[in-house]
């Protein structure tokens, strides 16, 4: 367990459906980061959020959305979805140790699949 | 040997060789280098970092290398086994809190 949480682990739902994805960091952590992940790629930053504030914006598509709440959980909306936005959608909350201070390493959740049919 | 297959490249090897994973970044501004592991069905995990500086970091078996003349990072992995069959990525850490993964790398042990 690494200690963020991300629910559901699984989600299949239709095309033009709005669903929302959940994400509790590790304790302590201030920043939210929100990747995606299609079949057998490689993981396309969305956003982050440090501290409640949106930090940096990647790929994120019109259609999806985010929020860090006061608690720190965050959420990921995705709306009017389309097929090709099935994939693994994984939340990471930062730890700012590693092996040297000032290293940003992520700590991931287990990741959310969306099936959209 | 390496091969580019449809998605990620992959990279095959004999349980008990050395595996050598390679990356090229792209901001010649980063200040620190990541690689992390994902195995199947899980999130990616943390395995080894380099500040910036440094040209060499080794851990347990593993070792990256940084060579910022051709922006090129690798991972090392000594006498690979098959529970390091895995996709691998690196990634570049710039002014502080943002973080790109680079493609990653599938390699798959045979026992």
């Known amino acids: 367990d690494s200690g963020v949480t991300q629910t559901p682990k699984h989600l299949i739902t239709a095309t033009g459906q709005r669903v929302t994805l959940r994400c509790s960091p590790r304790s302590g952590d201030l920043s939210v980061y929100w990747y995606q992940q299609s079949l057998d790629q490689g993981l396309q930053f969305l956003i982050q959020?440090?501290?409640?504030?949106?930090?940096a914006k990647g790929n994120i598509l019109e259609r999806f959305s985010a929020q860090q709440f006061p608690d720190l959980h965050s959420e990921l909306n995705l709306s009017s979805l389309e097929l090709g936005d099935s994939a693994l959608y994984f939340c990471?909350?930062?730890?700012?140790?590693?092996?040297?201070?000032?290293?940003?390493?992520?700590?991931f959740g287990a990741g959310s699949r969306l099936t959209v049919l | 040997g390496e091969s580019v297959g449809l998605h990620l490249p992959t990279l095959s090897v004999q349980e008990g060789d050395n595996s050598i994973i390679n990356c090229a970044y792209s901001n010649s501004a980063s200040d620190y280098f990541i690689w992390y592991k994902q195995e199947s069905g899980k999130g990616p995990q943390f395995i080894i970092d380099?500040?910036?500086?440094?040209d060499k970091r080794q851990g347990q078996r593993v070792t990256v290398l940084l060579n910022k003349t051709v922006k090129h990072l690798s991972l090392q992995i000594a006498a690979t086994q098959p529970g390091d069959s895995a996709v691998y990525f690196c990634?570049?850490?710039?002014?502080?809190?943002?973080?790109?993964f680079g493609a990653g790398t599938r390699l798959f042990v045979k026992a």
């Open positions: 380099i500040r910036s500086n440094m």
């Open positions: 990471a909350s930062s730890v700012v140790i590693g092996s040297f201070s000032g290293a940003n390493v992520l700590t």
């Open positions: 990634a570049e850490n710039t002014g502080g809190f943002k973080t790109i």
């Open positions: 959020y440090y501290n409640g504030e949106e930090r």
